[in-house]
């Protein structure tokens, strides 16, 4: 049981795994202060400061002013304003992570080289053949 725990914890896939993981953290650092510390008051400029986490419902029916002192009667509450804050947080995080992806991706298809066809297709049997053939190894006919 040693031995293959060794075997598998040594396998390349579970180096990259773990470099994949250790590299996600620091990723999720960064997009959650790009969010908080640069998109987050941009967009409080645009909604006035607007703070969805004091919206809830008391379960008790009664009125509070704020969640601190609900919590303080010992009153359960529905905090669909917290709810609202993460589903906003997960869509703008989201979307900094897909136009971060989209930049690294042309990025990378303007430095990956364009490699040469090496096949071509027969004009009569329409079979893959090596792109120097004169001759389908297929159909047997000419090729050009």
């Known amino acids: 049981m040693l031995k293959e725990f060794k075997k598998f914890a040594l396998r390349g896939n ?7 993981v250790i590299i996600g953290g620091a990723f999720n650092g960064i997009v959650t202060s790009l969010v908080n510390d640069i998109i987050m008051p941009i967009l409080s400029i645009f909604t006035g400061s607007l703070d969805f986490s ?8 009664k009125f509070y002013e704020n ?4 919590q303080a ?6 905090n669909y304003g917290v709810f609202i804050t993460g589903v ?3 869509l703008i995080m989201a979307f900094v992570i897909f136009i971060m992806v989209r930049q690294m991706n042309k990025l990378r298809e303007k430095n990956a080289p364009v490699a040469e066809p090496t096949t071509k297709k027969c004009p009569h049997c329409l079979s ?3 792109i120097k053939a004169t001759k389908c190894p297929y159909c047997t006919s000419d090729v050009e």
């Open 14 to 20: 579970m180096i990259d795994l773990a470099v994949g």
């Open 88 to 90: 906003l947080n997960f």
């Open 54 to 61: 004091n919206w809830f419902i008391a379960v008790d029916g």
């Open 67 to 70: 969640i601190q002192a609900a």
């Open 73 to 78: 009667a010992n009153v359960a509450t529905i």
């Open 128 to 130: 893959e053949i090596n």
